[in-house]
Protein backbone atom coordinates (compact mmCIF):
# COMPACT_ATOMS: atom_id res chain seq x y z
CA UNK A 1 0.00 0.00 0.00
CA UNK A 2 0.82 3.51 -0.77
CA UNK A 3 -0.23 6.61 1.08
CA UNK A 4 -0.37 9.86 -0.30
CA UNK A 5 -1.40 12.75 1.51
CA UNK A 6 -2.36 15.93 0.31
CA UNK A 7 -0.66 18.64 1.40
CA UNK A 8 -0.63 21.74 -1.25
CA UNK A 9 -4.00 23.79 0.35
CA UNK A 10 -3.19 27.47 1.17
CA UNK A 11 -5.50 27.07 4.80
CA UNK A 12 -5.93 30.97 5.26
CA UNK A 13 -8.68 30.75 8.16
CA UNK A 14 -6.02 30.54 10.90
CA UNK A 15 -4.27 34.07 10.17
CA UNK A 16 -2.32 35.11 12.30
CA UNK A 17 -0.93 32.16 12.94
CA UNK A 18 -1.02 30.78 9.29
CA UNK A 19 -0.73 32.61 6.00
CA UNK A 20 0.15 31.69 2.17
CA UNK A 21 3.89 31.04 3.47
CA UNK A 22 2.46 28.83 6.41
CA UNK A 23 -0.85 27.13 5.63
CA UNK A 24 -2.58 25.15 8.49
CA UNK A 25 -0.88 21.47 7.60
CA UNK A 26 2.55 23.54 9.54
CA UNK A 27 0.96 24.55 12.22
CA UNK A 28 1.15 23.51 15.96
CA UNK A 29 -1.94 23.29 17.21
CA UNK A 30 -3.05 20.67 19.39
CA UNK A 31 0.96 19.44 20.55
CA UNK A 32 4.22 19.90 19.66
CA UNK A 33 4.04 18.71 16.23
CA UNK A 34 2.60 20.25 13.07
CA UNK A 35 -0.44 19.03 11.44
CA UNK A 36 1.42 16.82 8.61
CA UNK A 37 4.02 15.65 10.90
CA UNK A 38 0.88 14.14 13.42
CA UNK A 39 -0.68 12.94 9.76
CA UNK A 40 2.80 11.08 8.48
CA UNK A 41 2.98 9.46 12.24
CA UNK A 42 -0.38 8.00 11.91
CA UNK A 43 0.64 6.36 8.74
CA UNK A 44 4.21 5.45 10.13
CA UNK A 45 2.35 3.46 12.76
CA UNK A 46 1.82 0.53 10.21
CA UNK A 47 3.90 1.79 7.29
CA UNK A 48 7.46 2.47 6.39
CA UNK A 49 8.58 5.43 5.24
CA UNK A 50 9.26 4.65 2.06
CA UNK A 51 5.83 3.71 1.13
CA UNK A 52 4.44 7.26 2.39
CA UNK A 53 4.00 9.90 0.04
CA UNK A 54 3.62 13.78 -0.06
CA UNK A 55 2.20 15.54 -2.81
CA UNK A 56 2.20 19.58 -1.98
CA UNK A 57 3.03 22.92 -4.07
CA UNK A 58 6.81 23.55 -5.23
CA UNK A 59 6.75 26.31 -2.44
CA UNK A 60 6.61 24.03 0.40
CA UNK A 61 9.28 21.66 -0.77
CA UNK A 62 11.49 22.73 2.31
CA UNK A 63 9.46 23.31 4.60
CA UNK A 64 7.93 19.35 4.23
CA UNK A 65 11.15 18.24 4.05
CA UNK A 66 12.15 19.87 7.05
CA UNK A 67 8.81 18.32 8.89
CA UNK A 68 9.35 14.67 7.91
CA UNK A 69 13.18 14.44 7.40
CA UNK A 70 12.65 10.54 7.20
CA UNK A 71 10.83 9.87 4.36
CA UNK A 72 13.19 9.74 0.43
CA UNK A 73 13.58 13.10 -1.14
CA UNK A 74 11.43 11.48 -4.14
CA UNK A 75 8.54 11.06 -1.87
CA UNK A 76 7.88 14.53 -1.79
CA UNK A 77 5.67 15.40 -5.03
CA UNK A 78 5.76 18.32 -5.89
CA UNK A 79 3.53 20.31 -8.32
CA UNK A 80 4.66 23.60 -10.20
CA UNK A 81 0.77 25.26 -9.61
CA UNK A 82 -1.89 24.62 -6.99
CA UNK A 83 -5.07 22.87 -9.37
CA UNK A 84 -6.81 21.30 -6.08
CA UNK A 85 -7.60 17.89 -5.29
CA UNK A 86 -8.20 16.65 -8.21
CA UNK A 87 -5.19 16.62 -10.06
CA UNK A 88 -3.29 15.98 -6.86
CA UNK A 89 -5.12 12.84 -6.19
CA UNK A 90 -4.22 11.31 -10.08
CA UNK A 91 -0.82 12.42 -9.48
CA UNK A 92 -0.11 10.85 -6.33
CA UNK A 93 -2.37 7.82 -7.22
CA UNK A 94 0.63 7.40 -10.10
CA UNK A 95 3.28 6.72 -7.85
CA UNK A 96 1.62 3.47 -7.02
CA UNK A 97 1.79 -0.11 -8.74
CA UNK A 98 -0.90 -1.30 -10.78
CA UNK A 99 -2.64 -3.21 -8.68
CA UNK A 100 -1.93 -1.64 -5.40
CA UNK A 101 -3.97 0.13 -3.01
CA UNK A 102 -3.82 3.60 -2.26
CA UNK A 103 -4.97 5.27 0.87
CA UNK A 104 -5.04 9.21 0.20
CA UNK A 105 -4.98 11.81 3.45
CA UNK A 106 -5.43 15.50 3.73
CA UNK A 107 -2.62 16.58 5.42
CA UNK A 108 -4.76 18.73 8.77
CA UNK A 109 -6.65 17.00 10.27
CA UNK A 110 -7.23 16.14 13.78
CA UNK A 111 -7.57 12.60 14.36
CA UNK A 112 -5.86 11.59 18.49
CA UNK A 113 -6.41 7.68 18.17
CA UNK A 114 -3.84 6.20 15.70
CA UNK A 115 -5.04 2.72 16.56
CA UNK A 116 -8.90 3.31 16.11
CA UNK A 117 -8.28 4.98 12.95
CA UNK A 118 -6.18 2.20 11.46
CA UNK A 119 -9.20 -0.30 12.74
CA UNK A 120 -11.23 1.55 10.13
CA UNK A 121 -8.31 1.79 7.60
CA UNK A 122 -8.11 -1.88 7.84
CA UNK A 123 -11.90 -2.35 6.66
CA UNK A 124 -11.73 -0.07 3.79
CA UNK A 125 -8.38 -1.84 2.42
CA UNK A 126 -10.34 -4.93 2.19
CA UNK A 127 -13.22 -3.66 0.68
CA UNK A 128 -10.78 -1.92 -2.02
CA UNK A 129 -9.35 -5.27 -2.66
CA UNK A 130 -12.42 -7.25 -2.55
CA UNK A 131 -15.37 -4.66 -4.52
CA UNK A 132 -13.21 -2.56 -6.56
CA UNK A 133 -14.76 0.74 -5.54
CA UNK A 134 -13.32 4.15 -4.32
CA UNK A 135 -13.65 3.59 -0.63
CA UNK A 136 -14.76 6.80 1.55
CA UNK A 137 -15.08 7.16 5.47
CA UNK A 138 -18.12 8.41 6.66
CA UNK A 139 -18.51 10.66 9.70
CA UNK A 140 -21.60 10.59 11.92
CA UNK A 141 -22.84 14.58 11.29
CA UNK A 142 -23.41 16.83 14.33
CA UNK A 143 -24.44 19.99 12.40
CA UNK A 144 -25.72 20.98 8.49
CA UNK A 145 -22.35 22.25 8.05
CA UNK A 146 -21.60 23.44 4.03
CA UNK A 147 -18.34 22.98 4.23
CA UNK A 148 -18.04 19.22 3.66
CA UNK A 149 -19.24 16.90 1.12
CA UNK A 150 -22.31 14.22 2.80
CA UNK A 151 -22.69 10.67 1.60
CA UNK A 152 -25.90 8.50 1.42
CA UNK A 153 -24.99 5.23 2.64
CA UNK A 154 -27.63 2.84 0.71
CA UNK A 155 -26.94 -1.38 1.26
CA UNK A 156 -24.62 -2.56 3.53
CA UNK A 157 -21.87 -5.07 2.31
CA UNK A 158 -20.96 -5.82 6.14
CA UNK A 159 -21.50 -4.53 9.11
CA UNK A 160 -19.91 -1.27 8.87
CA UNK A 161 -19.48 -0.48 5.31
CA UNK A 162 -22.76 0.38 3.24
CA UNK A 163 -22.47 0.73 -0.82
CA UNK A 164 -22.59 4.79 -1.03
CA UNK A 165 -26.34 5.81 -3.25
CA UNK A 166 -25.29 9.77 -3.71
CA UNK A 167 -22.36 11.78 -2.72
CA UNK A 168 -23.22 15.12 -2.32
CA UNK A 169 -20.15 18.05 -2.13
CA UNK A 170 -20.64 21.06 0.04
CA UNK A 171 -24.90 21.34 -0.24
CA UNK A 172 -26.68 24.86 0.67
CA UNK A 173 -27.73 24.41 3.76
CA UNK A 174 -31.21 23.43 3.11
CA UNK A 175 -29.87 20.48 1.73
CA UNK A 176 -27.37 19.97 4.64
CA UNK A 177 -30.61 20.21 7.08
CA UNK A 178 -32.79 17.53 5.05
CA UNK A 179 -29.32 15.42 4.53
CA UNK A 180 -29.35 15.37 8.45
CA UNK A 181 -33.14 14.36 9.28
CA UNK A 182 -32.57 11.37 7.29
CA UNK A 183 -30.45 9.42 9.47
CA UNK A 184 -28.19 7.56 6.53
CA UNK A 185 -26.18 10.85 5.45
CA UNK A 186 -22.48 10.56 6.95
CA UNK A 187 -19.63 13.88 6.34
CA UNK A 188 -17.08 12.71 3.80
CA UNK A 189 -13.98 12.82 6.25
CA UNK A 190 -11.80 13.90 3.12
CA UNK A 191 -9.68 10.17 3.60
CA UNK A 192 -10.04 8.12 0.17
CA UNK A 193 -8.91 4.27 -0.44
CA UNK A 194 -8.71 2.76 -3.63
CA UNK A 195 -6.96 0.49 -5.63
CA UNK A 196 -4.65 2.62 -8.29
CA UNK A 197 -6.27 0.49 -11.31
CA UNK A 198 -9.99 0.69 -10.13
CA UNK A 199 -9.20 4.39 -9.31
CA UNK A 200 -7.44 5.41 -13.27
CA UNK A 201 -11.31 3.60 -14.72
CA UNK A 202 -13.33 5.84 -12.88
CA UNK A 203 -11.30 8.57 -13.70
CA UNK A 204 -11.20 7.99 -17.46
CA UNK A 205 -15.13 7.46 -17.39
CA UNK A 206 -15.77 10.23 -14.98
CA UNK A 207 -13.07 12.68 -15.07
CA UNK A 208 -11.63 12.58 -18.90
CA UNK A 209 -10.30 15.51 -19.08
CA UNK A 210 -7.64 15.41 -16.38
CA UNK A 211 -6.99 11.79 -17.21
CA UNK A 212 -5.87 12.18 -20.72
CA UNK A 213 -3.55 15.07 -19.38
CA UNK A 214 -1.75 13.19 -16.73
CA UNK A 215 -1.96 9.63 -17.62
CA UNK A 216 1.48 9.55 -19.48
CA UNK A 217 3.05 11.93 -16.80
CA UNK A 218 5.38 10.79 -14.28
CA UNK A 219 4.54 12.38 -10.64
CA UNK A 220 8.71 13.15 -10.86
CA UNK A 221 8.36 15.27 -13.82
CA UNK A 222 8.30 18.62 -12.64
CA UNK A 223 8.71 20.27 -16.04
CA UNK A 224 5.99 18.44 -18.17
CA UNK A 225 3.54 18.76 -14.90
CA UNK A 226 4.72 22.71 -15.35
CA UNK A 227 3.77 22.62 -19.11
CA UNK A 228 0.57 21.01 -18.24
CA UNK A 229 -0.91 21.97 -15.43
CA UNK A 230 -2.16 25.54 -16.16
CA UNK A 231 -4.36 23.41 -18.58
CA UNK A 232 -6.05 21.57 -16.31
CA UNK A 233 -9.31 22.64 -14.25
CA UNK A 234 -8.90 23.47 -11.02
CA UNK A 235 -11.52 21.13 -9.40
CA UNK A 236 -12.10 18.93 -6.54
CA UNK A 237 -11.69 14.83 -5.93
CA UNK A 238 -15.33 15.16 -4.66
CA UNK A 239 -16.76 17.08 -7.63
CA UNK A 240 -14.61 15.35 -10.23
CA UNK A 241 -14.99 11.71 -9.13
CA UNK A 242 -17.03 11.03 -6.17
CA UNK A 243 -20.53 12.73 -7.02
CA UNK A 244 -20.60 11.21 -10.51
CA UNK A 245 -19.33 7.60 -10.02
CA UNK A 246 -21.63 4.79 -9.11
CA UNK A 247 -18.78 2.98 -7.37
CA UNK A 248 -18.41 4.70 -4.29
CA UNK A 249 -18.46 2.61 -0.64
CA UNK A 250 -18.01 4.48 2.76
CA UNK A 251 -16.97 2.69 5.61
CA UNK A 252 -18.62 4.02 9.24
CA UNK A 253 -15.73 5.64 10.40
CA UNK A 254 -14.48 4.68 14.17
CA UNK A 255 -12.57 7.52 15.57
CA UNK A 256 -12.61 10.87 16.61
CA UNK A 257 -12.52 13.31 13.88
CA UNK A 258 -12.04 17.21 13.07
CA UNK A 259 -11.18 19.00 10.56
CA UNK A 260 -10.00 22.00 12.27
CA UNK A 261 -12.03 24.40 9.58
CA UNK A 262 -11.38 27.40 11.69
CA UNK A 263 -10.63 28.92 14.91
CA UNK A 264 -13.97 27.94 16.89
CA UNK A 265 -12.86 24.19 15.86
CA UNK A 266 -9.87 24.49 18.15
CA UNK A 267 -11.65 25.95 20.66
CA UNK A 268 -14.33 23.18 20.76
CA UNK A 269 -10.73 20.44 21.00
CA UNK A 270 -9.36 22.80 23.51
CA UNK A 271 -11.54 24.22 25.64
CA UNK A 272 -12.45 27.61 26.83
CA UNK A 273 -9.50 30.03 28.07
CA UNK A 274 -11.49 31.98 30.93
CA UNK A 275 -9.32 29.87 33.85
CA UNK A 276 -6.11 30.75 32.04
CA UNK A 277 -3.40 31.33 34.50
CA UNK A 278 -2.50 34.46 31.87
CA UNK A 279 -6.57 35.02 31.38
CA UNK A 280 -8.61 37.73 33.04
CA UNK A 281 -11.92 38.27 32.33
CA UNK A 282 -14.08 40.44 33.68
CA UNK A 283 -17.98 40.99 33.12
CA UNK A 284 -17.75 38.39 30.33
CA UNK A 285 -17.01 34.73 29.52
CA UNK A 286 -16.20 31.75 26.79
CA UNK A 287 -13.31 33.17 25.67
CA UNK A 288 -10.41 31.51 23.89
CA UNK A 289 -6.96 33.19 24.11
CA UNK A 290 -3.75 31.94 22.29
CA UNK A 291 -0.83 34.20 23.79
CA UNK A 292 2.26 34.72 25.57
CA UNK A 293 1.73 37.78 26.59
CA UNK A 294 -1.13 38.29 29.83
CA UNK A 295 -4.70 39.10 28.30
CA UNK A 296 -7.41 41.37 30.00
CA UNK A 297 -10.53 41.27 28.42
CA UNK A 298 -13.62 43.25 29.89
CA UNK A 299 -16.78 42.83 28.83
CA UNK A 300 -16.58 40.74 25.99
CA UNK A 301 -18.10 36.98 25.65
CA UNK A 302 -17.41 34.49 22.96
CA UNK A 303 -14.49 35.93 21.27
CA UNK A 304 -11.31 34.86 20.17
CA UNK A 305 -8.31 35.95 20.85
CA UNK A 306 -5.25 35.10 18.78
CA UNK A 307 -1.54 36.39 18.91
CA UNK A 308 0.96 35.32 16.35
CA UNK A 309 4.49 36.86 14.92
CA UNK A 310 2.80 39.06 12.46
CA UNK A 311 -0.12 40.43 13.84
CA UNK A 312 -3.22 39.91 17.02
CA UNK A 313 -6.41 38.70 15.73
CA UNK A 314 -9.60 39.60 17.92
CA UNK A 315 -13.33 37.97 16.47
CA UNK A 316 -16.82 36.66 17.40
CA UNK A 317 -16.80 33.04 17.82
CA UNK A 318 -19.77 33.70 15.41
CA UNK A 319 -17.66 35.08 12.67
CA UNK A 320 -14.38 33.48 12.83
CA UNK A 321 -14.80 31.72 9.27
CA UNK A 322 -14.51 35.65 7.72
CA UNK A 323 -10.96 35.57 8.92
CA UNK A 324 -9.93 34.14 5.91
CA UNK A 325 -10.86 37.85 4.56
CA UNK A 326 -8.14 39.47 6.78
CA UNK A 327 -5.82 36.82 5.17
CA UNK A 328 -7.14 37.21 1.46
CA UNK A 329 -6.80 41.78 2.31
CA UNK A 330 -3.01 40.90 3.35
CA UNK A 331 -2.13 39.31 0.25
CA UNK A 332 -3.61 41.69 -1.95
CA UNK A 333 -1.23 44.55 0.08
CA UNK A 334 1.37 42.08 -0.46
N1 LIG B 1 -1.30 18.71 -3.27
C1 LIG B 1 -2.37 19.47 -3.16
N2 LIG B 1 -2.71 20.29 -4.20
N3 LIG B 1 -3.10 19.42 -2.04
C2 LIG B 1 -4.20 20.20 -1.96
C3 LIG B 1 -4.60 21.06 -2.99
C4 LIG B 1 -3.79 21.11 -4.18
O1 LIG B 1 -4.05 21.84 -5.14
N4 LIG B 1 -5.73 21.71 -2.59
C5 LIG B 1 -6.02 21.25 -1.36
N5 LIG B 1 -5.09 20.33 -0.96
C6 LIG B 1 -5.03 19.58 0.30
C7 LIG B 1 -5.25 20.44 1.54
O2 LIG B 1 -3.99 20.83 2.07
C8 LIG B 1 -5.98 19.47 2.46
O3 LIG B 1 -5.06 18.68 3.18
C9 LIG B 1 -6.74 18.54 1.52
O4 LIG B 1 -6.11 18.67 0.26
C10 LIG B 1 -8.25 18.84 1.39
O5 LIG B 1 -8.43 20.11 0.81
P1 LIG B 1 -9.41 21.19 1.43
O6 LIG B 1 -9.34 22.41 0.57
O7 LIG B 1 -9.16 21.35 2.88
O8 LIG B 1 -10.84 20.50 1.19
P2 LIG B 1 -12.19 20.84 1.95
O9 LIG B 1 -11.98 20.82 3.41
O10 LIG B 1 -12.81 22.06 1.36
O11 LIG B 1 -13.14 19.59 1.54
C11 LIG B 1 -12.71 18.26 1.61
O12 LIG B 1 -12.57 17.81 2.95
C12 LIG B 1 -13.80 17.77 3.73
C13 LIG B 1 -13.49 17.25 5.11
O13 LIG B 1 -12.56 18.04 5.73
C14 LIG B 1 -13.75 17.40 0.86
O14 LIG B 1 -13.21 16.11 0.64
C15 LIG B 1 -15.08 17.32 1.61
O15 LIG B 1 -15.97 16.44 0.97
C16 LIG B 1 -14.83 16.85 3.04
O16 LIG B 1 -16.06 16.81 3.77
MG1 LIG C 1 -10.25 20.96 4.67
Known sequence: MKAIILAGGSGERFWPLSNSKTPKQFLKLFSDKTLIRETYERMRYKMEPKDIFIITSEKYQQLTMKEI?????????????????????????????????????????????KSKFWDTLSKA?????EFNGLFTFGITPTRPETGYGYIEAGKPISNSTY???????????????????????????????????????QMKKHSSDIYNKLINISPWDTESLRKIMPTIEKISIDYALLERSDKVYVVKADFTWSDVG?????????????????????????????????????????????????????????????????SEKLKKMG
Open 69 to 113: PEIPKENIILEPIPRNTAPACMIGTLAAQDDEIVTILPADHYIPD
Open 125 to 129: IQGAQ
Open 163 to 201: KVNSFKEKPDPETAKTFLSKGNFYWNSGIFVWKKSTFLK
Open 262 to 326: HWVSVRELQGYSDNDENVEVINGKNVFVKSDKFVGIVGLSNIIVVEGENGILITKEENSQDVRKI
